[in-house]
């Protein structure tokens, strides 16, 4: 098991940039592909980006492609998400989760996600 913490969410002007931190104590983490989800107000939670656990291999929403870079470094144990030019339609709440299955290829679906972190919140203001 892993237990992925967020941060680095807050306020942030539209064409602003920041950036997010999702952090695991256990050393185990750096092998697991990792995902972010988000959840807006009164929606579903939805897929923003997927990374392998090397880092080789990413899967982006189009919605967030070309403005949003997920990245990671193992020897920290961390996968980031840059996020660039957010829009006011980019306010959520950000999660951070491991996908369990033991498999290379990245997944958009959240039920290919095992392990969730509590979110961080993120609001893009004008």
């Known amino acids: 098991q892993v237990h992925p913490v967020e941060s680095g969410g807050g306020l942030v002007q539209v064409g602003g940039s920041l950036r997010l931190t999702c952090a695991a104590s256990e050393l185990t983490f750096s092998r697991y592909n990792a995902g972010w989800f988000r959840q807006a107000p009164g929606k579903e939670r939805e897929f923003v980006v997927a990374?392998?656990?090397?880092?080789?291999?990413?899967m982006y929403d189009g919605s967030v492609k070309g403005r949003f870079t997920v990245s990671r470094d193992n020897a920290k144990n961390t996968v980031y998400l840059q996020m660039n030019n957010p829009r006011a339609e980019d306010t959520a709440v950000y999660y951070c989760?491991?996908?369990?299955?033991?498999?290379?290829?990245?997944?958009?679906?959240?039920?290919?996600?095992?392990?969730w972190g509590q979110g961080t919140q993120v609001t893009v203001i004008s």
């Open positions: 990374i392998d656990w090397s880092g080789g291999s990413t």
């Open positions: 989760a491991a996908d369990g299955r033991g498999l290379g290829i990245v997944s958009a679906r959240s039920l290919d996600y095992d392990y």
